[in-house]
């Protein structure tokens, strides 16, 4: 059998050498097909394709020469040493692969022919020792073939490593090497003179041994080559696969992405961060520099050069950080990205989000939670905070409390659309007064709060511009409205606190209000101690009426005809448990504004008349009653009630009414009045000349008698204009039929120069005190000086 192989082997000679070509070429195509891959692998994957390039070039090389080598010579028995060729094959890998292998790494092409020569040389150098393992032979070499033959090799392995790619990536390469290795063999073999033993029948048994070996050991090393490659294949079909999953993920993800290499350079990127830098596709691209990619956004947003070189610099900062930094970038079209760095040992990651329309919504959010939805300005909590805001940096400024005087019977009487835009209005005109810059808040129905710079004597200069700006008309619709306004000033130096500030400038507005609103009010030292106090007797005054505290005295009314009391007036006294008497002066103005005067005057009434109902038949009684009972429609009630329990004559009952309480509700007191009248009870208008002071009011409203205020009556003997105003009221009472009665005479002098006007009554202190005893009978001074 031995014997038959042997023989088969001799025959076949020519069949070593194809079958030397045969691996020539397969492992060509394995060493071109390895090194593209080691070529196009990631840096950190590149090794195991380095290495897979070396050991199939060095063992491809050497198997060809040992395959060559057995068709060689099949005339002559050749044997060959262990050792050398074992070393032959150690240089092939280490002479022919690595440097082979090697030039897939360099991008300069003269490096990579470099690297290919020296491959080149290689072939030769193991050609050279695989000959020098063959022994039972002799044999001489040509130094210039050997020469010739590796010069070959390298010239076509450089060729291979500097040319460009061409069309066919394969099959060139593959060529020029089958070229490279058989031509450096061929050389080399043609300077090679070799003699030994004749095979004859006596073929050593090791040599065909080692063919066979060899022959297996090529089958099998490119058998495996192959289905590593297979295995490659299917590893690299899956690779892909799963790129491709990542590459559909990466330029479909809502957001940009980046990678910068360490050296600064885009390795990746994806469409969407274009789309969200307004970049166009040749804009960016891998390889580009930080710098470049960073001026073309530049470029497409329209940044300045500082503005980029600012970017710039803070790239470098957060690529040169451990922890992700994260910032907001706000564009000049009102975009803002969300942009996030993420520092990664291959460089830094960086991803794009655009939160312009979370941070709008946050923006909306915010605004609304600190403004006033119907007029835009800010709202209680904004004004606290500025409050707070102001207070904290210390700035010197003043604070406007405006309350909106009649803005509630706008809105009961037209509705609360108009009451809405009347408040837009207001808004605005306030904003035409302190221009854009000016803080104005509305922290209540019609409270409205201005802060303004300056000090409280600025802040008194607007508030009587804003004063007389409101009290403009308003043409709403159809609809033409007048209000006013009150305002509290209060200067941030005037408190301890921002809740300080705000009750000193309540309490200016409170006094604003309380005298008679219109007005602006700088808090002054001691009203928040007035206040208190007010607020103390305003408890007290709850009580007042149940612990029985009230009391009534009468002062005595004069008729100037007959020089009789005719009448008395009820005024209320209270006698405060610690406080002694307090005036009614002080007491009914508060009564008023908390409602109590009601329950208050139904008192009185019932008290007066029940007395009243004690005097002789002809004394008659004035109660007074204010403003706030007259708008109650419980009055009648109790002015009937007190007639009835008291079985007091309606003729006999008098309500003084103040001027200005008459005049407030013009249609509805006309009514009322109309009514009381038709009861045969009589109506004064008290204290005339204080108020409105209107002749019209005389004539339109119907009257039983005018009481001409007492300061009057106090200056009539030194002042002409005061004397003026008794004679001309006395002259017009008479004309209309309206008696007059002069208030607060203390002196005979008074009470003659009244009588000489022709005034009907008076009333003072000469004629009487007010007292809780009546006496119907006039001082003796007075009777005798009639
Ligand atoms: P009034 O209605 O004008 O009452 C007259 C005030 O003038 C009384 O003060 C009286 O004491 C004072 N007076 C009378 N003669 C003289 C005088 O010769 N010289 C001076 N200097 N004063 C004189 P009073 O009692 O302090 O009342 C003050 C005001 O309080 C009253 O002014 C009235 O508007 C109000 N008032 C008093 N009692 C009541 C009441 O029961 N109900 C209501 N709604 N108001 C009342
Ligand atoms: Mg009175
Ligand atoms: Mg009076």
Known sequence: MMLTLVTLLESQAVSFVLAAATICALSAWLMVHLLHKAEVAPRGRRGRWLFGTALAAGLGVWTTHFMAMLGYRTDIILGYQYATTLASAGIAVIAVGLPFALSALPSSRSLRGALGAAAGLGIGAMHITGMAALEGCTQSQSVLANGLACLWGAAFLALIRALPKGRRPYLVPCLLIVMAVCGTHFISLAGTVLDGQRVGDLVSNIQVALSVLTAAGAAILILGAFIALAATKRFEAQETAHLNVLATALQNMSNGILKISPGGRVELYN?????????????????????????????????????????????????????????????????????????????????????????????????????????????????????????????????????????????????????????????????????????????????????????????????????????????????????????????????????????????????????????????????????????????????????????????????????????????????????????????????????????????????????????????????????????????????????????????????????TALVEDGRQIVHTLAALRQLGIKIAMDDFGTGYSSLAHLRDLPLDRIKIDRSFVAAALNDKQCLAVIKAVTQMGRDMDIPTLAEGVESLDQLDLLRSIGCDAVQGYLIGRPDSKVQCSVPGEISQAA
């Open 271 to 659: 469409q969407r961060l274009c789309g969200m830098l307004g970049l166009s596709s040749d804009d960016l691209f891998a390889g580009m520099r930080l710098e470049q990619f960073l001026q073309a956004t530049g470029d497409a947003n329209s940044w300045d050069a500082d503005r980029v070189t600012k970017v710039l610099h803070n790239h470098w900062l957060w690529m040169g950080k451990t922890e992700e930094t994260r910032i907001e970038h706000h564009f000049d079209d009102g975009r803002i990205l969300s942009i996030a760095c993420q520092p990664v040992a291959t460089g830094a990651v960086l991803t794009y989000e655009d939160v312009t329309r979370d941070r709008r919504a946050q923006e909306k959010i915010l605004h609304l939670a600190y403004h006033d939805p119907l007029t835009g300005l800010s709202n209680r909590l904004g004004l606290s905070e500025r409050m707070l805001a102001g207070y904290r940096k210390g700035e010197r400024s003043t604070l406007l409390l405006l309350d909106l005087d009649r803005f509630k019977s706008v809105n009961d009487t037209f509705g609360h659309a108009i009451g809405d835009r009347l408040l837009v209005a207001v808004a605005g005109r306030l904003r035409s007064q302190l221009g854009e810059e000016g803080f104005i808040a509305r922290h209540g129905g019609d409270e409205l709060a201005i802060i303004t710079p300056g000090d409280h004597l600025f802040g008194e200069e607007l508030a009587q511009r804003i004063v007389m700006d409101i009290e403009r008309p308003y043409t709403l619709d159809t609809v033409t409205v007048t209000i006013g306004c009150s305002i509290g000033i209060c200067s941030v130096g005037d408190s301890t606190g921002p809740d300080d500030w705000m009750q000193r400038a309540d309490i200016a507005l409170y006094e604003a209000k309380r005298r008679g609103g219109g007005q602006a009010m700088n808090y002054q030292t001691g009203m928040i101690e007035a206040h208190t106090e007010r607020f103390h007797l305003e408890n007290d005054l709850r009580s007042a009426l149940a612990q029985q505290q009230f009391h009534l005295v009468y002062q005595p009314i004069m008729a100037l005809a007959t020089d009789r009391v005719v009448a008395f007036e009820a005024l209320i006294r209270w006698n405060h448990p610690h406080r002694g008497l307090v005036s009614p002066v002080e007491f009914i103005p508060l009564a008023e504004d908390n409602g109590l005067i009601v329950p208050i005057g139904k008192w009185v009434l019932e008290q007066a008349c029940r007395e009243a109902a004690t005097w002789p038949a002809e004394q008659h009684l004035a109660v007074n009653v204010s403003a706030v009972q007259l708008r109650s429609p419980l009055l009648m009630a109790h002015v009937v009630g007190a007639l009835a329990q008291s079985g007091l004559p309606a003729h006999r009952l008098e309500l003084e009414l103040t001027e």
